[in-house]
């Protein structure tokens, strides 16, 4: 069973910077993409950020250029650097991962963000 644990969640002020990590129970190399989604209070959940196996980055037009969405293979660990917060980034953060070997995805349990003055 794979698992996601995600971390790194918190309050910030707007304008601030958060890290969020996801560590994966297997070699993150055994899933075809790892991403970040967020969903908001009385909002669908929506993609923030993907990477695929080969590396290809995939963002959400409202974080381009402000989130950064990383890997450490020796980790098995992804990474969603988020600098120049918003209120409007404040929402629920799943890491989720399509896993190779059973072709389905799974999802962290989720780390809250607020951005609040």
């Known amino acids: 069973q794979v698992q996601l644990v995600e971390s790194g969640g918190g309050l910030v002020q707007p304008g601030g910077s958060l890290r969020l990590s996801c560590a994966a129970s297997e070699s993150i190399i055994r899933f075809t993409t790892m991403g970040w989604y967020r969903q908001a209070p009385g909002k669908e959940r929506e993609m923030v950020a993907r990477?695929?196996?080969?590396?290809?980055?995939n963002y959400a037009d409202s974080v381009k250029g402000r989130f950064t969405i990383s890997r450490d293979i020796t980790k098995n660990t992804v990474y969603l650097q988020m600098n120049s917060l918003e209120p409007e980034d404040t929402a629920v953060y799943y890491c989720n991962a399509h896993w190779r070997v059973d072709d389905r995805d799974y999802w962290g349990k989720g780390t809250l963000v607020t951005v609040s003055s």
């Open positions: 990477i695929s196996l080969g590396g290809v980055l």
